[in-house]
């Protein structure tokens, strides 16, 4: 398969441009061996600077012994390419990392216990703020063995390897009636994946807030006729950051198509790119 890059523009609504979230999913809940983090892995809240605001993560030990855990925060990045990265907290320049405060820090859950995890936002009052900020707070259990263990004492350390489980919650910060969203399509290109025919298109969110696209392809013929429109998954994108999208094109055949690929970021934010396909 071949494809060439035409850009475009045609509608008012549309905004076309020739080149233009581990990522922790919303699932209540999650589990982990027998911890359990119950109402999601993403907190968000939209709020003016200046504001502080409180909220709260349960941890249920769902096992039959006491469960020692640990909380701290880290920032988070991730790019298209599958990298990334659980860095120093408040380095990224849209980290919120330093605005947030968690309690405890450490603390042992009784077997068939829930225990709350309090944190605080202080919002700075800064008027050069402006859209999506965030980081994550890990909960990551200690083992008996480990010697970060309240339990380890005394004893003599020893050396091994150990899967460590650890859950990351993000907390995101909108400020209110600020940012943008915009991105750019980057790099689309054919892989081979066995015997499909796919599409790979990388976004970059270039714009100041989040974004979550549902993105799809609409293929149509050398005669213009609509043939079909294909699905990728969904998936959010924090500012400066990006995530790849793969389209598949089960059995469709052999032919020189126009494709029109668009991503919908929703309101009257939905970004498009023309290319010519040849699927052989």
Request: aromatic share 12%; proline share 5%; charged share 20%.
């Amino acid at each position: 398969m071949k494809q060439t890059i035409t850009a475009f523009s045609r509608a008012k609504r549309l905004r076309f441009m020739v080149f233009f979230v581990m990522v922790f999913l919303t699932v209540v809940p999650e589990l982990y061996g027998n911890i359990i983090i119950d109402g999601g892995l993403t907190h968000e809240k939209e709020t003016p600077a200046g504001i502080s605001y409180k909220g709260m993560i349960e941890v249920l030990n769902k096992g039959d012994k006491p469960q020692e855990i640990k909380i701290y925060k880290t920032d988070y990045e991730f790019f298209a390419d599958g990298k990334v990265n659980y860095g120093e907290a408040g380095k990224l320049s849209r980290s919120n990392a330093s605005w947030i405060t968690v309690s405890p820090q450490r603390v042992t859950i009784p077997p068939n216990q829930t225990i709350p995890v309090y944190y605080t936002v202080n919002v700075p009052d800064d008027a050069t703020l402006n859209g999506t900020y965030w980081s994550i707070v890990m909960v990551e259990p200690i083992s008996e063995s480990s010697p970060e263990s309240s339990a380890a004492g005394d004893a003599i350390v020893s050396f091994g390897v150990q899967q460590i489980l650890r859950y990351g919650i993000q907390l995101v910060t909108h400020i209110q009636g600020t940012g943008e969203k915009n991105i750019s399509f980057l790099n689309p290109r054919f892989v081979k994946k066995e015997s499909e025919k796919v599409l790979q298109v990388d976004i970059e969110n270039t714009g100041t807030l989040w974004v979550k696209p549902d993105v799809w392809v609409e293929l149509y013929d050398s005669k213009g006729v609509f043939v079909g429109k294909f699905t990728a998954t969904k998936k959010r994108i924090y500012p400066g950051l990006s995530g790849r999208y793969t389209i598949y094109f089960t059995d469709m055949p052999s032919e020189t198509y126009k494709a029109l690929v668009i991503a919908d970021c929703g309101d009257d934010d939905i970004f498009g790119m023309n290319l010519n396909l040849v699927i052989k």
